[in-house]
């Protein structure tokens, strides 16, 4: 199982980056997909949850409204449409499978963490 983030850079406030994950080495297309963010000294916090088949997704109240994610499952390829952004959204952006959106945060990840990407935003 391999997770490689890309598309993170420098932007300002207001501005919008979307970020890509491809994923290799299982089955993308039956599992659910998470972003998750990760600032210095501070915990993984969940951003964004899709389902398998994208039908479902959810986003933590702090980015509601501001970022999407979607999926590609014939690529094999998750995404992150970040808009508006805010200084605060500065973090490393990493992403995950899970076994279904039910199994996010109560069952284990399928995979290792990969390196992530950063995203910066500058006020």
């Known amino acids: 199982v391999q997770f490689v983030e890309s598309g993170g850079g420098l932007a300002q406030a207001g501005g919008s980056l979307r970020l890509s994950c491809a994923a290799s080495g299982f089955t993308f297309r039956i599992y659910a997909m998470t972003w998750f963010r990760q600032v210095p000294g501070k915990e993984r916090e969940l951003v964004a949850s899709?389902?398998?088949?994208?039908?479902?997704?959810n986003y933590a109240d702090s980015v509601k409204g501001r970022f999407t994610v979607s999926r590609d499952n014939a690529e094999n390829t998750l995404y992150l449409q970040m808009n508006s952004l805010k200084p605060e959204d500065t973090a490393v952006y990493y992403c995950?499978?899970?076994?279904?959106?039910?199994?996010?945060?109560?069952?284990?990840?399928?995979?290792?963490w990969g390196r992530g990407t950063q995203v910066t935003v500058s006020s």
């Open positions: 995950q499978a899970w076994d279904s959106i039910e199994a996010v945060l109560i069952a284990p990840p399928l995979g290792s």
């Open positions: 899709i389902s398998s088949t994208g039908g479902i997704t």
